[in-house]
């Protein structure tokens, strides 16, 4: 009666886990979709205006260290706002040529970013994210003033919108504008950079992963190994937005007692005592280790090379010989 009642029990949990498993999937699709699509004609008219702006340039002045500073941004504003108030000037149909305050049009490329000067005295950044040296994603956000002597606001973006740039705005954009900047190219780099990661472990190892989940912005990932006589669960916390290495890692593991796979390989005498009916979780510190200091492809490979010894060491009756 005890042996039915659990396979009884272990008919609901699979049908428990079919649909959690397809909820799952429901939300990454969806995820996927907003991530990809969200403001895309905004995307459209912002690459078509910076390519633009690039196009027309007379010099690319690549920035590095302290030249990225307080006092070329505020060039950067002068420029745009000078700009401005010629084309102001200049009554529709006149072709009087007005003097040019500027006569090079100029962008800055920083690290991942590119500046540039936009009609109507605003100041676009494109961000160019990137993951194993490859290019990925491009990002905007433009900022304007209604005077030099104004602060700046945040005009439009392209930003996720899970991502908090109106928070990095209140926070920094009236004070500091260029930690506002260089914040939120880490923000994106980072969320491209855990995106990536979990994409390349499904790319690679989805054959052994079960069910996934994570965020939308990529901070909690929670991922199941089931290709083993044991049940491995992970589960990895990052610290902030900007981070690219868990802080928050717990790797558990339990035999799969009640799986054909291994439920005929334990012991008459062990079934009832924990190993037959409800195993205590084991904790793989050295799968916790590598998480932490690796990245998730590299750390996923170095877990499965190590995990049938570690599960052969911690439950002998149970794995396979």
């Known amino acids: 009666m005890g042996e039915n009642y659990m396979r009884e029990e272990d008919v609901k949990l699979d049908a428990v886990r079919?649909?959690?498993?397809?909820?799952?999937?429901?939300?990454?699709?969806?995820?996927?979709?907003?991530?990809?699509?969200?403001?895309?004609?905004?995307?459209?008219?912002l690459q078509k205006e910076f390519e633009a702006a690039r196009a027309s340039q007379t010099q690319e002045l690549i920035l590095k260290g302290e030249q990225w500073n307080d006092g070329l941004l505020a060039t950067i504003r002068e420029r745009v706002h000078m700009e401005a108030e010629r084309k102001a000037m200049q009554m529709p149909g006149d072709t009087t040529q007005l003097p040019i305050p500027f006569h090079d049009k100029i962008t800055y490329k920083v690290g991942n970013k590119v500046i540039c000067c936009l009609d109507g005295a605003r100041i676009g950044i494109q961000y160019d994210t990137s993951f194993a040296g490859e290019s990925c994603d491009l990002y905007h956000c433009v900022l304007e003033s209604k005077s030099f002597l104004e602060k700046m606001t945040v005009l439009e973006h392209t930003v996720p919108f899970f991502l908090p740039i109106r928070e990095a705005e209140n926070e920094f954009l009236s004070s500091n504008a260029?930690?506002?900047?260089?914040?939120?190219?880490?923000?994106?780099?980072?969320?491209?950079?855990?995106?990536e990661q979990v994409r390349l472990i499904k790319e690679l190892y989805g054959n052994q992963i079960?069910?996934?989940?994570?965020?939308?912005?990529?901070?909690?990932?929670?991922?199941?190994i089931e290709d083993f006589d044991s049940k491995v669960t992970v589960s990895l916390r990052y610290a902030d937005l900007i981070s690219t290495l868990p802080t928050g890692v717990s790797v558990?593991?339990?035999p799969m007692h009640q799986s054909k796979k291994s439920s005929d390989k334990i012991a008459p005498h062990l079934k009832g005592n924990g190993v037959g009916s409800h195993?205590?979780?084991?904790?793989?510190?050295?799968?916790?280790?590598?998480l932490r200091t690796m990245s998730l492809p590299e750390a996923y490979a170095e877990i499965v090379l190590n995990l049938p010894q570690a599960l052969q060491d911690m439950f002998p009756h149970t794995c396979s010989t």
Do not use: C
């Open 252 to 254: 558990l593991t339990w």
């Open 18 to 45: 079919a649909r959690f498993s397809n909820v799952l999937k429901r939300h990454s699709e969806l995820a996927e979709r907003l991530s990809r699509d969200s403001d895309k004609s905004i995307f459209d008219r």
């Open 178 to 195: 260029i930690r506002f900047i260089d914040h939120v190219g880490d923000l994106l780099q980072a969320y491209v950079d855990r995106r």
């Open 279 to 290: 195993p205590i979780p084991a904790r793989l510190t050295y799968a916790e280790d590598a």
């Open 210 to 224: 079960g069910e996934l989940y994570h965020s939308l912005p990529y901070h909690m990932i929670e991922f199941v």
